[in-house]
């Protein structure tokens, strides 16, 4: 039996559009559905998006993932991506392709984008703001443009940045990103800069404590202002940054599934 076919979506204004891939599968009906947004440099095909393709057919949830532009299957370049345009994408995804309540799972930067996705919506659009029912989010990378990369960043590779328009950024997981100054300056615009916000729904955390990228101590400090005693923060000792052995996907779907069964009982 064949799975979903990738499918395309145009996204953003007439001078800035954007083909974007996605795949969606139905669930049954009056089930909350999961949107998976992932990780900077990953894709709708990565091994917790394909495990979470599984999960929600077997419990009956539809589910929707897609590629960021300069992402997989959709269109562009990785280096003229910026948070911004990531973030309009997911929420026309959002808003254009689901229906219903929906679990949004963000992985890394996916996490970052879900937190201002959220805000975006509570502040902008309180019907849409009413389906998103809950986060579930991995080593969420909130500010990571300032907090965990112009921050972090080594003084020559500023100067480079500067000087050039970019600086290369190694990688564990193959070749170095190219990190631009037009995306660490557009990132400026979509920061949470640890203003209070109080999310209205339930924000379920799995963070490894081996994470080189996405240190705990940076999302222990997400929970100081996040406000309304919403965050369930879950600890992985042995866990890294990618979270995807069978053990840390367990403990992925019991979080996913406490926010359905809360769903479904109010």
Known sequence: MSGPQVQFLDVGSETATRRIAYLTQAGHPGEPGIL???????????????????????????????DYSGHGQSEGMFENGTIGDWLEEALAVFSGLTTGGQIVVGSSTGG???????????????????????????????????????????????????????????????????????????GRAHLLARKPFNPGRPISILQGLQDKDVPAAHTRELTTFIEGDWIKLVEVPDGEHRLSRPQDLDRLYALIIEQIDRVKQE
């Open 112 to 186: 970052h984008i879900a937190l201002l996705m959220l805000r975006h919506l509570v502040t902008k659009d309180a019907r849409e703001a009413a389906r998103l029912r809950g986060l579930v989010l991995i080593a969420p990378a909130w500010d990571l443009t300032e907090e965990l990369m112009w921050k972090a960043f080594p003084e020559t590779a500023r100067q480079e940045m500067m000087e050039q328009g970019y600086t290369l950024r190694p990688s564990d997981y193959g070749e170095p990103y190219r990190i631009t100054k037009r995306f660490i300056e557009e």
């Open 36 to 66: 998976w947004l992932a990780g900077l440099k990953s894709d709708m095909v990565s091994t917790k998006a394909e495990a979470l393709s599984h999960f929600a057919a077997d419990r009956g949830l539809s589910y929707t993932r897609f």
